[in-house]
């Protein structure tokens, strides 16, 4: 047996935590990741064929949640939350290949979850593997069925999240949004904005909304989803999607949203998030330039799980693949 006390905490964590497993090929693997910082395994592969690398979390975060981790993995008989508590660790220290193998061991638990269907649905979008990720989102509808459209969601931290319906379908939509098929998009999306049951929630949907109808050739659709989300709705300052859809209706310039001259490398979720929504923006003026230079930033950055990323991943893919 190891002598864990000899070895680092963040290491003795990550041991303890997978030998609840009782995987030793895991032991060993998770424990040369701990002990060799530098290293970053890979996550995914972009739609453009370019490796993504776990993100590098700060070792004190790490420590922290390996031990919410391994104590959780230690139970003998998870519940169905603990299984969703779990995925939310996982993806906390960047772990998306992990939280998609947690929920498939929970799943084999309780095989009629229709939450963990939904979280797995999720990263697997994440991870770009979108035919795994529609399986499971539309298997999760069936088994929402009428009976469960209340059911909410919460955060790691306890906080109610909407709806598991308005999330099944938020995904959904997104899955038909990345595959260009923008009146599934758009249809799923209208599903969301019934479902929202905070501002936040329907201001998010309106957006995408709009942007399917946009990409659909239905501008005045577009326009008329803008009209859900009036200029006084009660939200935070600087919500990403309500700067985007204030762009949208004209109430803001680009220019207030994103810095062009900021380099791409040091570009953030915010700036991600912002910035593809201007480029769509741009590309409807017809000023195609400053919507690929925004694109290429976003690609530059290093958020890669983002919707604004995984959007722009997606299309730039495809447009390359037009072209060649």
Request: charged share 25%.
């Amino acid at each position: 047996m190891l002598e864990i006390h000899r070895i680092p905490l963040l290491v003795s964590l990550l041991l303890l935590s997978w030998l609840a497993l009782g995987s030793t090929a895991a032991v060993a693997a998770e424990v040369a990741e701990a002990a060799d910082a530098p290293l970053r395994p890979l996550e995914a592969t972009s739609f453009g064929g370019q490796p993504l690398y776990r993100y590098d979390i700060p070792v004190e975060k790490r420590a922290e949640v390996y031990e919410r981790i391994a104590a959780l993995e230690a139970k003998a008989d998870k519940s169905e939350q603990d299984y969703i508590t779990l995925g939310y660790l996982y993806i906390e220290v960047g772990q998306f290949q992990g939280a998609i193998d947690l929920y498939t061991r929970g799943l084999e638990a309780v095989p009629t979850s229709f939450k963990l269907l939904r979280h797995r649905g999720h990263r697997y979008l994440n991870v770009r593997q979108l035919d795994q990720a529609i399986a499971d989102l539309e298997r999760a509808l069936e088994l929402l069925g009428d009976d469960n459209k209340d059911v909410v969601q919460y955060r790691l931290s306890g906080e109610p999240f909407g709806t598991y319906e308005h999330w099944i379908w938020y995904h959904v939509a997104l899955y038909h949004y990345l595959n260009g098929d923008y009146a599934a998009a758009a249809a799923g999306y209208e599903r969301c904005v019934e479902t929202a049951t905070a501002n936040a929630m329907l201001i998010g949907a309106v957006d995408w909304l709009w942007n399917s109808y946009q990409k659909n050739g239905e501008p005045e659709k577009a326009k008329a989803a803008l009209a859900r989300v009036p200029a006084d709705i009660d939200i935070r300052p600087g919500y990403a999607y309500f700067r985007r859809v204030q762009l949208y209706q004209g109430l803001a310039d680009p220019t207030e949203l994103i810095d062009l001259s900021k380099p791409g490398l040091d570009w953030n979720g915010l700036d991600i998030t912002l910035g593809y929504g201007v480029a769509n923006w741009y590309a409807l003026q017809g000023d195609s330039a400053t919507a690929q230079k925004i694109f290429d930033k976003i690609l530059k950055g290093g958020v890669w799980n983002a919707w604004a990323y995984v959007a722009t991943d997606r299309e730039q893919a495809r447009r390359g693949a037009e072209v060649r």
